[in-house]
């Protein structure tokens, strides 16, 4: 990787290399346990002149979205996330029957559900086949493709411009940034607004959270990288909200140049926040890959511990941040018994590179743990509630971001 993706610089300065690992989603089926297993590196670099932090392009999305594993309805609160979003964003833009609404990676219809109970026209754009097929047999009308420029001049022309276009959690996932940029300003009407939710590297840094930098993500965006982003596609930001989902995430409000006007105090708030954290200097970046290091010794130190007091750890979750976790830390089944997940595309296949096993939920409660090691820790309010059944019989919580933690839980 030798230039940015956004600006063209060659000025790229190494954050955290985390070796090689499988692509995140890469579930592995029993019969696919003695084939190779293709890996590839995951260094992420950040631009010194435009400070977007970011992956070499080695894994070309059609390769991960054509089908996915994950499906968002399957996360309680995930689900309940974007119901919020919804209400806010109808009253906060006077959406009304005559209005349309564009989801862009829209995947299963977990958001635009709750468009269509509003009586509000909708289309969700999702380039992979099995879960935008799930979308549409729930009633929500579901578009199979990538966005492109040309993409979202097909659906303006066929459905119209739309009032508000969302984009969450897809804005990392495309390596050209400018074009689905401009395929975003295909989409939304010359007075209308999108509205991108994306993790936030200031989070991201600040907590450790380098599980969440994995292949399916290209970039991690600052207030002030993605602001650049936008611009490169026509797109002006014009106010910006911190969320607590994903470890911590930026809802950022864009809308054509035309129609942008000032942008709020907050976008100013969080861009001196950026600055005081020293994320528009490499200074902000050197002592990361110190503390990544180091959760990977102190999970590795409990993991073997429990193993040589012959106690049980088994996993919750299989969740794409927890594969870049397992690989980095090289976490095998000696160590990590297996996972469970809610997903049943997930049951009775294999984490990517180190071959946990997949199980339904109901193992835990059956086998009983000493331990059990939550991968999606960003979830921790919802699966401390969720897991509370593992106090029956003494067993306790392990959160491994942004340090180890190992919770009592009760009823």
Known sequence: MTRCRLCGSTALTSVVDLGATPPCESFLAEDQLDLPEPAYP??????????????PPLIAPEETFREYAYFSSYSTSWVEHARTFVEGAVERLGLGADAFVVEVASNDGYLLRHVVDRGIRCLGVEPSV???AVAREAGVPTLTAFLSPETGAAVRGEHGPADLVVANNVYAHIPDVTGFTRGLRALVADDGWVSVEVQHLLTLIEENQYDTIYHEHFQYYTVASAARALASGGLTLVDVELL????????????????????TARVAEVLDREKAAGLQELSGYTEFSARVAKVRRDLLRFLVEAAERGETVVGYGA????????????????????????????????????????????????????????????????????????????????FPIPELSIVEVTS
Do not use: M
């Not at 995951?42 to 992956?55: E, F, K, P, S, T």
């Not at 607590?244 to 942008?263: C, I, K, Q």
């Open 244 to 263: 607590p989902t994903h470890g911590g995430s930026l809802r950022l409000w864009a809308r054509p140049e035309g129609a942008a006007g000032e942008p």
């Open 319 to 398: 969740p794409g941040k927890g594969n870049t976790l397992l690989n980095h830390c090289g976490i095998r089944p000696d160590l990590l018994a297996y996972t469970v997940d809610r997903n049943p595309y997930k049951h009775g296949r294999y984490t990517p590179g180190t071959r946990i096993p997949i199980l339904p939920p109901e193992r835990i409660a059956a086998d009983r743990p000493d331990y059990v090691l939550v991968l999606p820790w960003n979830l921790r309010t919802e699966l401390v509630e969720q897991l509370s059944f593992v106090h029956e019989w003494g067993g306790r919580l392990v």
């Open 130 to 132: 099995n879960v935008g």
């Open 42 to 55: 995951l260094h992420l670099r950040v631009c010194a002149d435009c400070w977007l932090a970011q992956l």
